[in-house]
C-alpha cells in the first residue's frame, strides 16, 4: 500500500510508524485482520504450515457487526493452512460456502450472508516463498521479458493496486 498510495511510510517500530498506518487505513476504510486469533508453533518461523492448535478469528461476527463490508481480500490462497483455506473452514461452520466467480490468478468466490452477497478475492502472498509461484506464471514471464528489471514485488504491486 506504501508504493500504491506514495505513503513514504516509515519502516522502524515507532508509535509514528503505527499511526501513519491506522490513519491511512481509517482514512480508506480498510479493515485489516488475520484469520488465525491464536496457534501454536513447534519452530518460531512464519510458516503457515507450522501452526497446530490453531482457533480462527470469528469473521463473520465481524461482518454481522459491519453491514457494509461487501469484500474480503485474502493475501495468500488456499493452500493449505492459508487465508482461503481457513475462511472455507470457518464458513462450513455455518453451513455455507464459496461460490467459485473467477478462476484466475486472482481468485474471486462470493458467498451469501444475511441477505447479501460478500465477495472475496485470494491475492497472491506476499510472503517470499511464495516468488516461487509469481515466478511460474505466464504474465509474470512476460512482464519479465519486455522489463528485465521487473521483479515479484512490482508484480504483487501491480494485482494488489486494483483492490487498494
Request: net charge positive.
Amino acid at each position: 500500500m506504501d508504493k500504491i498510495h506514495q505513503l513514504n511510510l516509515r519502516y522502524d517500530n515507532s508509535k509514528e510508524a503505527i499511526e501513519e498506518r491506522k490513519a491511512f487505513l481509517i482514512k480508506h476504510k480498510i479493515g485489516v485482520c488475520d484469520i488465525v486469533e491464536s496457534a501454536e508453533r513447534n519452530k518460531i518461523d512464519a510458516s503457515d504450515l507450522g501452526m497446530r492448535n490453531i482457533k480462527l478469528r470469528n469473521i463473520l461476527g465481524y461482518l454481522r457487526e459491519y453491514p457494509s463490508i461487501e469484500t474480503l481480500l485474502f493475501i495468500g490462497g488456499n493452500s493449505k493452512n492459508g487465508p482461503e483455506y481457513f475462511f472455507r473452514k470457518h464458513l462450513k461452520e455455518y453451513g455455507l460456502k464459496l461460490e467459485l466467480v473467477s478462476n484466475e490468478i486472482l481468485r474471486e468466490h462470493q458467498f451469501h450472508f444475511q441477505g447479501r452477497y460478500i465477495q472475496t478475492i485470494s491475492l497472491t502472498s506476499s510472503s517470499g516463498s511464495a516468488n516461487r509461484a509469481i515466478g511460474s506464471m505466464p504474465l509474470y514471464k512476460q512482464l519479465k521479458a519486455s522489463n528485465p528489471q521487473f521483479n515479484t514485488f512490482d508484480f504483487r504491486v501491480m494485482q494488489y493496486q486494483e483492490y487498494f
